[in-house]
């Protein structure tokens, strides 16, 4: 499993930076708030959930839950982003 996480890393970091690409320098910093917000509540319902889970199955609905959700993050970023095309700056 260590060979995963540094691409898990590389996914965040470069995800958190996308507030600064989308929304005006005003915003940014609410922005990526709300974002570590809603990573903490996650976190949370994530933890209390897999108690309960682990106790009524096993510990295979967690690890197939934590493999799927990079990828349709992934698919959601892309499809909420759409074309991504080059700036004419002149």
């Keep these: 499993m ?3 996480i540094p691409g898990f890393q590389f996914w965040v970091a470069n995800v958190q930076t996308l507030p600064s690409d989308f929304f005006p320098v005003g915003a940014v910093g609410s ?3 709300f974002a570590g917000s809603a990573a903490g509540l996650g976190a949370v319902i994530f933890t209390l959930s897999t108690g309960w889970v682990v106790d009524h199955f ?7 839950t934590a ?9 959601a970023l892309f499809v909420l982003v759409g074309k991504i095309r080059a700036l004419n700056l002149s």
């Design 58 to 64: 096993s510990y295979t609905p967690i690890l197939i």
């Design 31 to 33: 922005i990526a708030g």
């Design 2 to 4: 260590p060979r995963s």
């Design 67 to 75: 493999a799927v959700l990079a990828p349709i993050a992934t698919t």
